[in-house]
């Protein structure tokens, strides 16, 4: 039987969040940087990965942080978290019809 350890799964969760979080983050700075060119692209990756990395925060920092400002992140992250899910479906779903 084929066995995985728990922290080669956390390793493989936390990469490939990132990187589809990155990959939404760029396509959101190409379609933003047009529309708001005075945005700055500090401010923009800054914002991005704090509301990307909330639900993290919110979940780890339970212990930590004052329970409202823990259940704002969390709740702020499940809901970035359905949209990442809902993003990646319609693109797959767009990808589906370009052959």
Not at 56 to 80: C, E, I, M, N, Q
Request: aromatic letters at 24%; charged letters at 10%; hydrophobic letters at 60%.
């Amino acid at each position: 039987m084929f066995r995985v350890s728990i922290p080669a799964v956390f390793v493989l969760f936390f990469l490939l969040y990132g990187l589809i979080n990155f990959w939404i983050g760029m396509r959101g700075w190409q379609f933003i940087g047009r529309h708001i060119p005075y945005l700055s692209k500090g401010v923009y990756w800054l914002v991005f990965w704090l509301v990307a990395l909330s639900y993290l925060a919110g979940r780890f920092g339970r212990d930590v942080l004052p329970a409202k400002a823990s259940l704002l992140l969390t709740v702020a992250g499940s809901y970035w978290m359905g949209f990442v899910i809902y993003f990646a479906l319609a693109w797959l779903r767009l990808k589906s019809y370009s052959f």
